[in-house]
């Protein structure tokens, strides 16, 4: 059974990276005088995104019993570190959390 969990987790992975290099090309039009905080805005959307979708299986796998409480705890603090220093680094560059946005669905 964890065979087949992990291996729905890994579905979910691939599928959310396989719409992200779809739209590279859109996120990739970096203004020549702008480089730093463009590639900055690029690089920073997606670890934000990996972030959310670790979080999402984080969350699986607890409501599943299948991460101990040092577990958890362990996972927890390193998403809420990862968040705090997606933040930090936005606002070095500037951005806001439009900026970091990586939109997955259909243009609307």
Same mark, same amino acid.
């Given at each position: 059974? =964890? ?25 990739? @039009?970096? /203004?020549?005088? /702008? ?7 690029? *690089?920073?959307?997606? *670890?934000?995104?990996? =972030?959310? *979708? ?6 699986? =796998?607890?409501?599943?019993? @299948? ?6 705890? =362990? ?20 951005? /806001?959390?439009? /900026? ?6 259909? @243009?609307?």
């Amino acid at each position: 059974m =964890r065979t087949k969990d992990l291996s729905l987790e890994m579905e979910e992975v691939r599928d959310a990276l396989a719409r992200v290099s779809a739209m590279l090309l859109d996120r990739i @039009a970096i /203004d020549p005088d /702008d480089v730093e905080r463009g590639l900055a805005g690029l *690089v920073l959307g997606l *670890v934000e995104l990996l =972030r959310q *979708v670790l979080e999402r299986q984080a969350v699986r =796998r607890m409501e599943r019993g @299948a991460l101990s409480d040092e577990e958890i705890e =362990r996972v927890g603090l390193a998403l809420m570190r990862l968040e705090k220093k997606v933040q930090e680094l936005a606002e070095h560059f500037g951005l /806001d959390e439009e /900026d970091l946005r990586i939109r997955m669905g259909a @243009a609307s």
